[in-house]
């Protein structure tokens, strides 16, 4: 199946990862010439800058390996369980392509997606298997099909979130900015909220294993604990966590052991006053009626300076890469707050039950 598609597709997952398949998924793509997109669970299994690397799947994902997605004739499904926010709308969700799962979890096949071959068993050895049997691939035309929904995204989306004219901060161009001075090698953790959408958005990868975030949980607070044991879990590297003004007072308490372990945390705060996931929902299908979304925070420098932990706060453009130039460079622990634009939104979105190839550019 997979020697006989004309426009094959992969979508990888955080299997990659749990499995240590990501020489056998580069393997794979690459004997194949076969695009993949990429869970949010799944972002650092390949560089961000591959080529056969078509961006993050689902609702605040890329909209070229969203359109893709009903447009493919074989779906080769890695280490992914067709959350429904990959899926969109599961009636019209790649009904003209023939599906591949690979998954070591049989409750997962069929589940979301009926596959029409499941192979059960761990990535790592079944695409071992898998590979033995494949043609070298050429798909180029198929390929260079994803650039005009790239360009596109780019120029309505992108360019607009992380090169703004003028203006207050958006959160997309600070997450790109602090993966910038990381060389783009450091280990992502997020907490939940836009803070997330955008971090996963907007953050490169060069390593595996670089992404840390509960994913479908939706926990708020689950950022900064996660932050620590990431720090623990690969104490050579630089580990960013990305939260709300929200979020980072689910758990605030954690900085108690931050200051403790003097775990070198780099806690970076996106502030815009609001739980902004809520209230953009409220604002594009809701006719603007804010409940409960407006926030009254605390001082976080005043929070930080009585953990002990050195602290900035940004508000202004011509003030953001030296704070962030600042806190990469700190030994330990440092907070982060950002102030960004109050109602900015994360683009593109596939409207709640809508279909994946219709993705809002603007709202």
């Known amino acids: 199946m997979i020697n006989s598609a004309k426009r094959p597709f992969a979508l990888v ?6 499995g240590n398949a990501q020489n056998e998924l580069l393997t794979f793509l690459e ?4 695009p993949c997109g990429c869970t949010l669970l799944g972002l650092s299994v390949i560089p961000s800058d591959h080529r056969l690397n078509k961006g993050m799947l689902g609702m605040h994902g890329n909209l070229a390996p969203n359109v893709k997605t009903n447009e493919c004739d074989v779906i080769i499904a890695i280490g992914m369980r067709f959350d429904d ?6 009636a019209t969700y790649a009904k003209q392509a023939k599906i591949i799962h690979l998954d070591i979890d049989s409750s997962e096949i ?13 990535c790592k050895r079944t695409l071992s298997l898998i590979i033995d049997k494949m043609n070298k691939g050429d798909h180029s035309e198929w390929i260079n099909s994803f650039n005009k929904y790239r360009e596109e995204e780019f120029e309505k989306v992108v360019s607009k979130e992380i090169n703004p ?6 959160m997309g161009e600070v997450v790109r900015a602090v993966s910038q001075a990381t060389g783009n090698s450091a280990v992502l953790v997020t907490d939940v909220g836009q803070n997330q959408m955008m971090a996963a958005r907007y953050f490169k990868f060069t390593k595996n294993r670089s992404m ?10 689950f950022g900064l604990p996660a932050a620590i044991g990431a720090t623990f879990g690969a104490p050579h590297r630089k580990v960013c966590v990305f939260m709300g003004d929200g979020g980072i007072q689910m758990n605030i308490q954690e900085l108690g052991t931050v200051m403790e372990q003097n ?11 609001y739980l902004g996931n809520v209230r953009q929902w409220q604002a594009m299908f809701f006719n603007r009626r804010y409940s409960f979304t407006p926030m009254m925070n605390p001082d976080y420098m005043k929070i930080g300076e009585a953990y002990g932990i050195p602290s900035r706060r940004v508000a202004e453009r011509d003030e953001l890469l030296s704070a962030i130039d600042e806190m990469v460079n700190s030994d330990g622990p440092f907070i982060l707050e950002v102030c960004v634009a109050e109602e900015g939104n ?3 979105m596939t409207p709640p039950g809508g279909s994946v190839n219709e993705m809002l550019l603007e709202c």
């Open 13 to 18: 997952g955080q299997g990659i990862e749990l």
């Open 31 to 34: 004997k194949g010439d076969i």
């Open 85 to 90: 926010r990959v899926t969109g709308k599961l």
């Open 110 to 122: 069929d589940k979301n997606i009926k596959a029409d071959v499941p192979v059960l068993g761990n």
């Open 165 to 170: 004219e003028s203006g207050p901060l958006n």
């Open 212 to 221: 840390v975030t509960s994913g479908g949980l939706g926990t708020m607070g």
């Open 263 to 273: 775990a070198p945390v780099k806690i970076i705060v996106l502030n815009n006053n």
């Open 346 to 348: 994360v683009l593109p």
